[in-house]
């Protein structure tokens, strides 16, 4: 759980690109659907990320498993486009966000819903009620 320490609140940065979540979910859609989300299938979805075309990178070599949580779990699961329990599937967001025809549109409403501090944020007492401000990266055009 990260924890605020002070007024300027970090949003999710892996991956970087909104657009580079499409093709990811799309491939643990296509290949994981109804895995349980361990350890194994964490280092198996970042074995077949590395090995696709639109992936520019190979994961950390000490630790896959940490490298597919950190691309799953920070933007698409706290955006609500992947569930992982009790297996892993896609939401009816994350549904049209991959395969719909306007994904700008759903992540900009599921953006939206964000929560802040969301339950992945602990404030700090010293600045309990503190204004946050996020900065996005252009995606909408």
């Known amino acids: 759980m990260a924890v605020l320490r002070n007024n300027v609140l970090f949003f999710t940065t892996s991956p970087r690109s909104p657009h580079k979540m499409i093709p990811e979910i799309r491939l643990l859609h296509d290949k994981f659907e109804g895995a349980k989300w361990d350890h194994s299938t964490q280092e198996a979805f970042i074995d077949e990320l590395a090995k696709s075309s639109f992936f520019e990178g190979t994961g950390s070599p000490s630790d896959k498993a940490f490298s ?29 966000f991959i395969y719909g025809k306007r994904p700008q549109e759903i992540f900009l409403r599921q953006l939206l819903k964000y929560q802040l501090p969301s339950p992945y944020h602990k404030e700090n ?14 995606f909408l055009d």
Do not use: M, W, Y
Request: aromatic share 6%; hydrophobic share 45%.
């Open 68 to 96: 597919a949580r950190d691309r799953i779990t920070r933007s698409p699961k706290s955006l609500g486009f992947v569930d992982l329990k009790p297996t892993i599937s896609l939401t009816a967001a994350g549904n049209e």
């Open 125 to 138: 007492k010293k600045i309990a009620g503190a204004f946050l401000f996020i900065h996005i990266l252009k």
